[in-house]
């Protein structure tokens, strides 16, 4: 056997990961998404593992992202993503679900399979699709939607059509209906995960709006105060003022990168669901009702405003962020310039002060001199007075003149202790 990479099997395993499944018209679909948290992940397993064992059925398997399990006529398909999950309850067609009237019963009568699952999470998506052959009339439609709203396109080449003004009913469920002309098991399957999928992913991408209309503010006085920082700059002079408005533009960056941090991931999520709405929409391959705009035309016009905000929200924090950069590397450089300043003036200043310290040296060195030479001399002037006026001198049969003896005392003692203090001080500066 071959050595395989220990992620073949998940990434082999991944384009199977959500299949379609075959379904017959009619029909009728309830689907909600809960946020979730990547903790609460093994939680909601245990739940939904939990519901199926009470039902006689097989749980999910360790490590799965979807379940689809039977109970009874009715058909739970779940799905686990990065920060949402999915419950899909596939209902069989009755009396009252396959009426004349579409979405009756309303979606709160047939909402108690729901109540079986234990919420893992905030609600944010729930739809109620009903599909049907298609023998219902406009008339029908306009009862059902509201017609400011309402979109509607045949979609798979004209072999059925959608509809819905993707307004939530008293129920909370946005209301879709598809009507089939001859879609087949394996086509119906494809388009009714597609539809749902684009309900879903659109309401998660417009989860970036509420957060850039939060950071707007921020945003807006980060960028007022950045101006009057660059402002004030231009007139800023001296070391404590330019180390001021760099602790501000220091302090204004931290802020702007703890919104854009926040927000990151939320942007970035907004564009990827964006693209999945885009590209789900172009699989169903939408064309014109007359009288009435497509899916595509209804949620560009309506999304794309948002969209446009978040992008320029994220837009505005990069350029900011660029901009306070620049601001800090000026201001950085202006102060390093200052430093450099104040150092050369510091050293030339120390050098001032050596050059003093060796001008005193120099006079101390000097008077140090001529006062031990004052004190050599006067010991020898003591000396010859001494021997003088005890008249050892006449004794061994010369004269000393103690003012003679001083005065040529006075320059060999000069001398001598100049030689002596120049010999230390030589020897100190060869020690150094």
Same mark, same amino acid.
């Given at each position: ?11 082999? &395993? ?11 018209? $009619? !029909? ?9 948290? $990547? ?23 360790? &490590? ?37 009237? @579409? ?9 108690? @399979? ?5 919420? @893992? ?5 729930? =739809? ?21 709203? *309402?979109? /509607? ?14 307004? $939530?009913?008293?129920?909370?469920? =946005? ?16 388009? =009714?995960? !597609? ?6 992913? +659109? ?27 660059? &402002? ?39 564009? #990827? ?30 999304? #794309? ?18 901009? *306070? ?27 001032? /002060? ?7 040296? +120099? ?38 003149? @103690? ?6 005392? =006075? ?10 203090? +120049? ?10």
């Amino acid at each position: 056997m071959l050595a395989a990479h220990p992620l073949r099997a998940a990434i082999l &395993g991944e384009l199977h990961a959500r299949p379609f499944f075959p379904v017959e018209t $009619p !029909r009728r679909f309830l689907h909600v998404a809960f946020l979730t948290a $990547p903790g609460d992940a093994q939680a909601e397993r245990a739940a939904v593992t939990e519901l199926c064992t009470s039902r006689g059925a097989p749980g999910p398997l360790p &490590g799965a992202k979807h379940h689809r399990v039977s109970f009874g006529g009715a058909t739970l398909r779940w799905e686990t993503h990065a920060e949402f999950s999915t419950y899909t309850w596939d209902l069989p067609a009755t009396e009252a679900t396959a009426g004349l009237l @579409p979405f009756q019963p309303p979606a709160a009568a047939l909402a108690s @399979p729901l109540a079986q699952v234990r919420q @893992p999470g905030p609600l944010l998506v729930a =739809v109620d699709l009903h599909m049907v052959t298609d023998s219902m009339e406009d008339v029908q439609l306009d009862g059902v939607f509201d017609r400011a709203s *309402l979109a /509607r396109s045949d979609v798979n080449d004209g072999a059925a059509e959608i509809a819905t003004d993707f307004k $939530p009913d008293p129920a909370g469920f =946005v209301r879709i209906l598809l009507r089939d002309r001859g879609l087949g098991t394996e086509a119906a399957g494809a388009l =009714v995960q !597609r539809v749902l999928e684009i309900e879903t992913y +659109r309401t998660l991408a417009l989860l970036g709006l509420p957060q850039a209309q939060a950071l707007a503010p921020s945003i807006a006085k980060i960028e007022a105060r950045l101006a009057q920082t660059t &402002g004030e700059m231009t007139g800023s002079v001296g070391l404590a003022a330019n180390n001021k408005l760099l602790d501000e533009l220091v302090a204004l960056a931290a802020e702007l990168e703890a919104g854009a941090t926040a927000s990151l991931f939320r942007f970035g999520a907004s564009r #990827a669901y964006q693209e999945i709405v885009r590209l789900r929409l172009a699989t169903i391959r939408e064309t014109v009702v007359p009288g009435f705009p497509t899916w595509q035309q209804f949620l560009e016009r309506r999304m #794309a405003p948002a969209m446009r905000t978040c992008q320029s929200v994220e837009e505005r924090q990069e350029n900011i962020s660029a901009k *306070l950069a620049r601001s800090a590397d000026l201001l950085r450089t202006r102060v390093d310039v200052e430093l450099e300043q104040q150092n050369r003036d510091l050293l030339t200043s120390m050098n001032e /002060r050596t050059r003093l310290q060796l001008r005193m040296q +120099r006079t101390v060195e000097g008077l140090s001199v001529a006062a031990i030479s004052y004190y050599v001399v006067s010991l020898v002037h003591l000396l010859a007075e001494g021997v003088h006026a005890s008249g050892t001198d006449v004794r061994m049969g010369f004269h000393i003149d @103690p003012g003679s003896v001083t005065a040529v005392a =006075v320059p060999v003692a000069v001398l001598a202790v100049w030689w002596v203090v +120049r010999r230390i001080r030589n020897a100190h500066g060869e020690h150094d």
